[in-house]
C-alpha cells in the first residue's frame, strides 16, 4: 500500500490481503492444510509450521482486523467465547479480580460465573455507566476491567477512556467488547483500552454463515507482555479459527462500512417508529438524547448501531407475542448479520442470567435491525405490534 494512510473500507478490502505470490489470485486463497514442508529441519518457509500455530489465511483475517482495529496484533479465534477464555487465562491468575458489566452479554457472565470464578478469578459486575462505582468496585488487585460498549441487549454505554484511566492506575488490563459497535463506529484501543473483543460471528462476518472470534491488542499497552501471553494461550490452549471460517469473517469485513451505515439508517427509522408506538414502554438506543449515556456515546461512537430493544407495555406476553407474529425479523439468537432478527433475551439469549444480578427484564425484546428496505422493515413491526 502507497504512503497515504488508508481508509477504513482501503484498509478492510487491501490489508493482509495481497494479491496470491504465486497465481495472483486477488483473493487470500483457503489454505485447507494442517501441516508446512520444511527446506531442512527448521527451515520453514514464511513462518508456517502446523496450523494451529499460525496459518496463512487466518493470518490474513488477524492483520485485517488489527488494521482496522488500529492495533498491534490481531489474533482469530474459534468463537468469542473461545477468545474471551483465552484472553482471561493470559491476563488474569486464580486469585485476581474482574470487574465486569452489570448487564454484560449472558454468556460472557456465564463465564466468569461458571467458569473463571471456580478457576479462581474474582468477579465484581458493576455499573459501568457510573464511574463512582467503577472507582469502588477496583481493588488493588483487579487485573482486568472488562467493558461491554453498547451492552447486549440493554445498550447501556460506558465512557472507555475515563474507565481506563481509573483501570490503569491499578495496572488492570482493559478489555472491550466491541462486538455491537465494530471497529468502523468505534475504535477503543484509540480511547485507551489495551485489548478488543469481537465475536465476529456478528458484524464482523456478516452474513450469519459463521462462528468465530477475536482479540487485537494495542500498540501501547498497560501491561509489556500482552502480546506475547496472548500469542503464547492462543497457540497453547489451541481454539483457532479453522481457515474457511478465517476466509468467511474476511470476506465479509470487505463490506463491514457499507453494511454499518445501512445498518445505521435502518435502526434510526426503527427507532423513530417504536418511540412512537402505543405499546411500547421504552425504546433503548444509544442515539436518542434521552438515553442516560448519550453524550458518552456520541463522543466515542460514530454513528450508534443496528441494534435496538424496547420494552412492552403489556409485559412478558405481549414480548413474546410481538417476537412470534414478526416475520421479516426472523425470530432467532444472534445478531449483525444482513437478515433481521428478533428474540426475547430473558427468556433465549440472556436465559443463562435468570435468577442472577444480570437477569434482563421480561417484557424486552431484541432487535437486530438488517439492511433489507426500511419500509418493509417498519411494515413489519407494525404488523407483529398490531
Ligand atoms: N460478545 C457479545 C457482545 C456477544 O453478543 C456474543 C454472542 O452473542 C459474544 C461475545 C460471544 O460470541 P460467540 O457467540 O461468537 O462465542
Redesign the pocket.
Known sequence: MSERNPGFSTRAIHAGQEPDALTGAVVPPIHQVSTYKQDGVGGLRGGYEYSRSANPTRTALEECLAALEGGSRGFA????????DTLLRAVTTPGSHAVIPND?????YRLFAKVTHPWGLDYSPTDLGDLDAVRAAIRPETSVVWI?TP??PLLSIADVAAIAELAHAVGAVVVV?N??ATPYLQSPLELGADVV??????YAGGHSDV???ALVTSTNPVRDDLDERIAFHHNSMGAVAGPFDAWLVLRGLKTLAIRMERHCDNAERVVEMLQAHPRVGAVLYPGLASHPNHEVAAKQMRRFGGMVSFRLRGGVEEALTVCKRAELFILG????GVESLIEHPGQM?HASAAGSLLEVPNDLVRLSVGIEDGDDLLADLEQALS
Not at 77 to 84: H, K, R
Not at 197 to 202: F, L
Not at 333 to 336: M, P
Open positions: 479465534f474459534a468463537s468469542g467465547l473461545a477468545a474471551e454484560a452479554y449472558g454468556g460472557t461491554e451492552t447486549n467488547d462486538t455491537f473483543v469481537h465475536s465476529t460471528t456478528k462462528v468465530g472470534g439468537e444472534s445478531l449483525g439469549t
